[in-house]
């Protein structure tokens, strides 16, 4: 229908750039996927754009086919971005105010303060978060809007990048003919499109090891409060096997391929051009994955969040599907830990790990839109409501009078978070998949 959300999401990976087309309808209940295109990531490395010009002319290629099999013409994407040069920072804020009703605004006007007290000039925000948010003396509260007070705190935590590692990639896609109408942190998209609202409250850390970045990001509360990423991913294992076995990258990118296949096989794997040890592969994976899991540790510790991941370690991205891999992270580890796929959509068949984080960035997009356009309604409804009412007050010679004053029971201190007893739009979806047309 006219009035139903569509956007499209961009992937650039270091192996593959994926595209994905959705659709949501106008009451938020039906989605679907009109259309996915993976194809062949050239010209950047390490998330890194080495070389401008062929990324572009890729990203383009994949635009075009996309033209030729919806018939539509695309000007604006968004985009999911990941580096190991992410910056995860925190910090606390206070404001003092005359007692009043908390606004919207005044949640804005503290992130602010502390946006301006440790943001750099040279870096870009891509995702900020609130939480352990307190009005006066009061326990932590999940939402302060509408309670009474005098001063609001809070700590508030940024996910930056540094411009000059941001601008590169938004120049190709720019001279490939897409305006970027929003950018996310792909940590963030994969967590959209794996985790549960449970997961997300009680604590979890999402690991998603994709072709040359893994990415790290920490929930607890239903919001992110740490992340991070590292330059290790699946073509670095290539990158080991080619090198010790004196082989191809192909042949390499075979071997992987047969493992994530889980075909049987002996005590040997076959390739084109030879035989190798089953026991001398798993010896290479072994020692690169020693680095990931060290890499994973750290993080977790440095976070300090590290005894409260109730719904331990959740795994995506698409070298989780190669068994040798995640079974010697899941071996080191301390908690627990799983493999989570993105959830299913209909009009996209055979999802995978790989997928996680351009589904998350579509989902992620989608609920912005829908959110924003029903924000727009209520206000609509709003300045109806009050035309409405003048016009009565002027025929009306007694109005009646409505007590909406603020009581305080309404409300629910605690020490901890509580999850909103109804979800997004996402979760509605969900629970209504027999209806996603």
């Not at 804005?108 to 003396?137: G, P």
Request: aromatic fraction near 6%.
């Amino acid at each position: 229908m006219r009035d139903n959300i569509t956007k499209l999401a961009l992937d650039v990976g270091n192996g593959k750039i994926k595209f994905i087309l959705g659709e949501l309808s106008t009451e938020g209940l039906k989605l679907r996927v009109l259309d996915y295109l993976e194809i062949q990531s050239e010209g950047i490395k390490r998330s890194i754009v080495e070389d401008p010009e062929l990324l572009s002319i890729s990203i383009a290629k994949g635009i075009k086919e996309l033209k030729q099999r919806n018939g539509r013409e695309f000007e604006k994407v968004s985009l999911g971005i990941s580096s190991d040069r992410i910056i995860s920072k925190t910090d606390h804020g206070c404001i003092e105010f005359d007692e009043k009703e908390i606004t919207s605004q005044d949640m804005d006007n503290l992130i602010d303060l502390v946006r301006a007290r440790i943001l750099n000039n040279d870096e870009v925000v891509i995702e900020q978060e609130a939480y352990n948010v307190r009005v006066n003396s009061s326990g932590i509260l999940k939402s302060p809007i509408g309670q009474i007070g005098k001063s609001i705190q809070g700590d508030v935590h940024l996910v930056t990048i540094k411009k000059e590692v941001l601008n590169p990639l938004l120049e190709v896609i720019i001279s490939a003919g897409l305006e970027v109408e929003d950018i996310f942190l792909n940590a963030s998209a994969s967590a959209k499109s794996t985790l549960e609202p449970e997961d997300r409250q009680m604590g979890v850390a999402l690991i998603d090891i994709g072709e040359g970045v893994t990415d790290i990001a920490i929930y607890k509360n239903d919001k992110i409060i740490y992340t991070k990423s590292l330059s290790i991913g699946g073509m670095h294992f290539v990158n080991d096997l080619s090198y010790l076995l004196k082989i191809p990258k192909k042949e390499a990118k075979e071997i992987l391929e047969k493992l994530r296949e889980k075909k049987p096989y002996s005590d040997v794997i076959k390739t084109e051009n030879g035989e190798y040890p089953l026991s001398e592969i798993k010896e290479i994976i072994d020692a690169r994955t020693g680095d990931l899991i060290d890499f994973i540790s750290k993080t977790i510790e440095e976070s300090g969040f590290n005894g409260y991941l109730g719904k331990g370690l959740a795994f995506t991205g698409g070298a989780v599907s190669i068994d040798e891999i995640f079974s010697k992270v899941g071996s080191r580890m301390e908690c627990a830990v799983r493999k989570v796929n993105p959830f299913p959509m209909r009009g996209l068949e055979n999802v995978n790990p790989s997928m996680s984080t351009v589904i998350g960035i579509l989902l992620t997009k989608l609920e912005a839109e829908f959110k924003k356009k029903n924000m727009s309604k209520d206000e609509f409804s709003e300045q109806e409501e009050i035309v409405q009412k003048k016009n009565e007050e002027e025929v009306v010679e007694f109005p009646t009078i409505v007590d909406d004053s603020f009581n305080q029971e309404d409300f629910e201190e605690n020490n901890f978070e509580q999850e909103p007893v109804t979800g997004g739009f996402l979760e509605k979806a969900r629970k209504w998949i027999s209806n996603f047309i």
